[in-house]
């Protein structure tokens, strides 16, 4: 059985970012037991603080209750200069700082990470800009709309004759986060297990997407290929791809290999399918791909989403039918595994959202609290970990500091 033992208890980490891959990083960590602090602006908060709930006055957003779970809120103007001393002050106190502003911004508030290492050589500082900290446009903004398209992801996304299109969640924000994440636990280890010092993590949000290009710039370094947008089908891997089902559903299947198809044949009745030169090999299936489709959308077609599904898993292949977040909330995998968590909540009672990822067998993510209200924990972080009397801090939040 799991103990109560948190696998990054014991690490510290300041949440300097917004928007939205950059402190997902921290609530990863967070979700792993790590003490993070997050900053935000006065009166205003993090962006996800706006989503959907928010216009309920006092009541917390949805995505903030999630996103911005296992954090402490603490209020500073990084855009005075005592706001700026105030973070630098904090530095020293903390293993990790994650941050996602841009180079010149960095540069301007005095928090650029030379800077940084400076006041605390042990720091591990996670930095997830648009493109990186270095490069002809590290000085540029970014979103996940824009890294996806900066990246290839965008292009190749779409039905061929139709115009690109982007993915419908946040990819690349979640992708770079968990890289960022990774590297982060990655420097630790190095720092407390190898006896190394603190680093920078430098990220750029397109970088997420580019790692899933699989070997798209290989194939074109070598073959002059460039991929383009392929729809539901995988060009070179038949059969796998989505159908429509006698219920007006959709399902998708994947049977790309001599195996598998195989025993998708036998399961359609249709046996002889496996040995006709046309469909034998994997080759000769791509090459015939448009005569192959239409015989398994058909067969498809007379079965409903369930029965189908139910019919190709029972034969072991692969199947799933295409999911709305309605048939996610009422699927019981989603549950029993765990996936889905469920809390109570003071302004929404009774959620359920993603619980922490992945699982550990010994020492799994919790939520320990969900996402707080805006400077909760101001008071008590500047107290503890600053040693300002409550004197200081009534003096910097008359100032507009805090």
Do not use: C
């Not at 139910?310 to 199947?319: I, Q, T």
């Not at 595994?337 to 550990?360: F, K, N, Y």
């Amino acid at each position: 059985m799991p103990g109560d033992r948190s696998p990054l208890e014991g690490i510290r980490v300041l949440d300097l970012a917004t928007v939205l891959a950059a402190p997902v990083t921290a609530t990863m960590l967070g979700d792993f037991g790590a003490e993070v602090v997050k900053v935000e602006e006065p009166g205003r908060g993090d962006f996800t603080r706006d989503g959907p709930g928010s216009s309920t006055p006092g009541r917390r957003s949805l995505q903030w209750i999630q996103e911005g779970r296992n954090k402490k809120s603490v209020t500073v103007d990084l855009r005075t200069a005592r706001g700026q001393e105030l973070v630098r002050e904090l530095v020293p106190h903390f293993d990790v700082v994650v941050m996602n502003f841009r180079p010149p911004t960095l540069e301007e508030w005095g928090l650029a990470p030379e800077r940084l290492q400076e006041i605390n050589p042990r720091a591990v500082l996670v930095l997830v800009t648009g493109y990186g900290m270095s490069g002809p446009h590290r000085d540029r903004g970014a979103f996940d709309r824009i890294a996806s398209a900066f990246s290839g992801l965008t292009y190749v996304s779409g039905e061929p004759d139709g115009q690109p299109t982007r993915t419908g969640y946040a990819v690349i924000d979640y992708m770079a986060a968990y890289l960022a994440a990774f590297a982060t636990v990655t420097a630790l280890y190095d720092r407390d297990r190898n006896g190394g010092t603190g680093q920078i993590v430098d990220l750029g949000l397109y970088e997420a997407g580019f790692r899933a290009s699989e070997n798209a710039l290989l194939s074109y370094a070598a073959l002059g290929k460039v991929r383009e947008r392929q729809g539901n089908r995988n060009l070179q891997i038949v059969p796998a791809s989505d159908f429509d089902t006698a219920d007006g559903r959709r399902i998708s299947v994947h049977a790309g290999t001599d195996a598998l198809f195989g025993k998708l044949a036998a399961v359609m009745g249709a046996a002889e399918l496996a040995a006709d030169p046309r469909y034998a090999t994997r080759e000769s299936r791509v090459e015939n791909q448009d005569e192959l489709y239409p015989v398994i959308a058909a067969w498809v077609g007379r079965l409903s989403a369930d029965e189908a599904v139910r019919v190709l898993n029972d034969a072991s292949v692969p199947a799933a039918p295409i999911m709305s977040i309605a048939d996610i909330a009422a699927d019981p995998h989603y549950r029993e595994r765990g996936t889905i968590t469920s809390l109570v909540d003071d302004d929404w009672g009774e959620l359920p959202m993603v619980a922490p990822l992945p699982r550990l067998s010994g020492t799994p993510g919790r939520i320990r609290s969900l996402g707080p209200r805006l400077g909760e924990h101001t008071d008590s972080t500047l107290t503890d970990l600053l040693g300002l009397d409550q004197h200081a801090v009534d003096a910097l939040r008359a100032d507009g500091v805090i």
